[in-house]
């Protein structure tokens, strides 16, 4: 049985994650071109929002959460893991086509409970259109993600992290083909507005496409894996039984986090432009967010369910170490540059074309805000698993039922005080109260869930490093003001800043023994 290498999966996820969002960050410099903050980029962006939404029950999230720790023990244990997973593929598959077709047809319904502020006007009607052709993403995303697990336990990364590349493939290419053909046209300064509304309904089309593609790439790998997917009438099993019902608590849990974003869009849907703006921010923290916190999770649950299985608690809690130690020394450091210097960030990202100067200070609020929660955030994706790996899906719902009326108070509370940034102080508190809650929980759970001394010893010498990095860089990003402000050396005035920041953080984690760089170099080579 081929044996999870942690270091070098969590380096080939992250590597492909980062190329995927690299070209996220294409497509969204494109959008905020193309589009700016108006109603269609608005509307598309809530159409998108709605599949993402619900693939975190179906796709990435509690499903997974749930099949994966089952999966990679039956595969440990050589229990028949082959049947299992085309049983939970069957099912899966069998439950969506019909979930969205429910969907589709009470798309109103759902704009409405996600922006209720585009009632009365244009947005809405642009959103119910977009969302109906973008919503059967949900079904190939979600068995992508189930075929994604299947890979991942057994060892195999490159496929499944790669499949996420090719949505924003597809919106790259579908806006440069469009704009290739003539659309949408300038006219006075601005984008015609029937012109962007076609450009929307594109945008919209590509993303059932791209999920196509998507599970059609892991398909084909786990069938060479060993793991072809019969394709039969669904049947209930025990074992399907068994995965309902550790999965429901953790789809409730998934359904209370969708609850927080809707929280935050709705707030947002009663400010003029402050879902895009909460949309380009969540875009630029999820760079280091996607690369670091999806590659936990998808390569320390299923090493940490195999490891548990086979009674080996020494191997758990290195496993759950070393990944905490590595994701906190990319994280910290991203975390301080988005506090630091958020505003060369997003008006060299995406001030141009329809995007203001006004967008990209409202929008540099939000990255620095989102910047304070950035370590919660990927702490969880590294406690969560020393839950899940263990069938234990409850107490994570708990503790999701408590975030989530803090930050509806939070939100609502701040919302009258504070305008649309309630939104994003919501998230970020909300994620620190979280990770309190799941740190606390997993104090009994024995030696694999316990901060070792080596731990101990790094993370104060990585947040040294990492508030070091910071005074270099915001005494840099004084003297590189003149370059920063507009035209041509805007680009290289950033790209200064951000090689600037990586040399001096490595340097002084170097010296200040924050991390070695050899087990970097060690961890990339073996990816």
Do not use: C, H
Request: glycine fraction near 10%; charged fraction near 15%.
């Amino acid at each position: 049985m081929k044996p999870i290498r942690l270091m070098a999966g969590f380096f080939t996820v992250g590597l492909w994650t980062l190329l995927s969002r690299v070209l996220g960050f294409a497509r969204d410099i494109m959008m905020a071109a193309f589009l700016g903050t108006g109603p269609v980029a608005e509307a598309f962006l809530i159409a998108l929002s709605l599949p993402n939404m619900f693939r975190r029950f179906f796709a990435e999230g509690a499903f997974n959460m749930a099949f994966v720790p089952m999966f990679s023990k039956k595969l440990e244990a050589d229990d028949d893991p082959l049947t299992f997973a085309q049983d939970a593929f069957l099912g899966l598959g069998f439950v969506l086509m019909i979930f969205t077709g429910i969907a589709v047809a009470f798309m109103p319904a759902l704009v409405t409970l996600m922006a209720a502020g585009f009632r009365g006007d244009v947005r809405f009607e642009l959103a119910v259109a977009y969302g109906q052709v973008a919503f059967p993403y949900i079904l190939f995303i979600s068995l992508a993600a189930l075929l994604s697990g299947v890979l991942n336990a057994t060892g195999r990364f490159v496929a499944a992290a790669a499949a996420p590349v090719l949505l924003n493939i597809f919106f790259v290419g579908i806006m440069v083909v469009m704009w290739l053909v003539g659309g949408p046209t300038v006219v006075g300064g601005a984008y015609v507005f029937d012109a962007t509304v076609g450009f929307g309904r594109g945008l919209a089309w590509a993303v059932p496409f791209a999920g196509i593609a998507q599970v059609t790439l892991v398909f084909i790998a786990a069938r060479r894996a060993g793991f072809p997917m019969a394709l039969r009438m669904p049947r209930l099993t025990p074992d399907l039984k068994r995965l309902a019902i550790i999965a429901i608590p953790a789809v409730m849990a998934g359904g209370v986090l969708q609850i927080n974003l809707l929280v935050g869009r709705q707030v947002a849907s009663t400010f003029d432009g402050a879902i895009a703006w909460l949309s380009y921010a969540d875009r630029l923290y999820q760079l280091p967010l996607g690369v670091i916190a999806i590659a936990i999770g998808v390569v320390l649950l299923p090493d940490l369910s195999r490891r548990l299985q086979a009674g080996d608690e020494a191997g758990g809690q290195d496993a759950f170490n070393r990944a905490s130690e590595v994701a906190l020394a990319l994280t910290i450091p991203a975390a301080i540059a988005l506090i630091v210097i958020p505003i060369p960030l997003v008006s060299v990202l995406f001030q141009r074309g329809a995007f203001t100067a006004d967008d990209t200070a409202a929008t540099a609020l939000a990255v620095a805000v989102y910047g304070l929660g950035l370590p919660a955030f990927v702490l969880q994706k590294a406690l969560q698993p020393l839950f899940y790996a263990r069938g234990d899906t409850k107490r994570p719902f708990y503790y999701a039922i408590f975030a989530m009326i803090l930050n509806a108070v939070l939100a609502f509370g701040l919302r009258d005080y504070i305008g649309f940034i309630a939104a994003a102080v919501g998230t970020t508190l909300t994620s620190w109260a979280m990770v309190g809650q799941l740190w606390w929980g997993a104090r009994g759970m024995g030696k694999a869930s316990q901060f070792d001394a080596r731990f101990k010893r790094r993370i104060t010498r990585i947040i040294a490093s990492a508030v070091a990095m910071g005074a270099v860089l915001f005494g840099l990003a004084i003297v590189l003001q003149p370059m920063l402000g507009s035209g041509g050396t805007r680009y290289i005035g950033l790209l200064i800043l951000v090689v600037s920041g990586i040399v001096s953080y490595f340097a002084i984690g170097q010296m200040l023994g924050a991390f070695r760089l050899t087990e970097f170099k060690a961890a990339m080579r073996r990816s």
